[in-house]
């Protein structure tokens, strides 16, 4: 079974500046995707970012961008200029192909932007 | 409304009692999941259809039943509603494609007494 690993519960970061959560994964799969969600104080949780494993380009969206070393399992999520806006629950999430599509999510990590 | 809809919103029981969270998506979406979210455990799936009339378990399914009568619909029931079934419940669904985004319901904070 997969297993999705965030090691910080909490961070924050002042307006403006950068801010990297951290995100690990179990797997024996070779072919997989990767996800980051955030969910905001309303709770809607919504898709950051995503990256397929077999891509060596780390995927990019605007102000977010992943680190992913795939032999490391790692995946971690670089917000650029943070914005009072970013303030939210942010959980990465694990699929493998052929599984019904179903993820696997980290525990979360809260973070705070500051003014 | 358009997109996906969960209702009730916010729900409180008692333990013992039966509970059905509706879940309804207007995309015609082949896949529909069910999560609970809890402090610690980020979200876990409980169950997950493929498509109408098939469902499967995820990884906490004990004490729930789902049924997928219709594309659009993914009802879940708690059949003996206990406190440990607190929570936030979030309905999902997506197109077929593996890579295709799951888009998320508001939720529904279940409190059983």
């Known amino acids: 079974a997969q297993t999705v690993t965030q090691s910080q519960p909490e961070m924050s970061v002042q307006e403006a500046e950068t801010v990297t959560l951290s995100c690990t994964y179990d797997?024996?799969?070779?072919?997989?995707?990767l996800f980051w969600y955030k969910q905001p104080p309303s709770r809607q949780m919504i898709l950051v970012i995503r990256?397929?494993?077999?891509?060596?380009q780390n995927a990019t969206e605007n102000r977010f961008s992943v680190n992913f070393q795939k032999a490391a399992k790692s995946f971690s999520l670089k917000i650029s200029d943070s914005q009072l806006g970013d303030t939210a629950m942010y959980f990465c999430?694990?699929?493998?192909?052929?599984?019904?599509?179903?993820?696997?999510f980290g525990e979360g990590t809260q973070l705070t932007v500051n003014p | 409304d358009a997109g996906i809809t969960q209702s009730p919103r916010y729900k409180i029981t008692e333990t013992g009692r039966q509970v059905t969270l509706m879940c309804h998506q207007t995309?015609?979406?082949?896949?529909m999941f069910w999560y609970r979210q809890d402090l610690g455990h980020g979200l876990r799936l409980i169950y997950y259809?493929?498509?109408?009339?098939?469902?499967d378990k995820g990884e906490v399914p004990d004490g729930y039943v789902v049924s997928r009568s219709k594309t659009e619909n993914f009802p879940l029931t708690l059949e003996s509603a206990t406190r440990s079934q607190t929570s936030v419940y979030f309905c999902?669904?997506?197109?077929?494609?593996?890579?295709?985004?799951?888009?998320f319901g508001p939720g529904t904070r279940l409190t059983v007494l």
């Open positions: 999902a669904s997506k197109e077929r494609g593996t890579y295709n985004e799951q888009f």
């Open positions: 797997t024996s799969e070779n072919n997989y995707y």
């Open positions: 990256q397929e494993a077999y891509k060596q």
């Open positions: 999430a694990f699929m493998k192909p052929l599984s019904g599509s179903r993820l696997t």
């Open positions: 995309w015609s979406h082949s896949y």
């Open positions: 259809s493929a498509a109408a009339d098939i469902t």
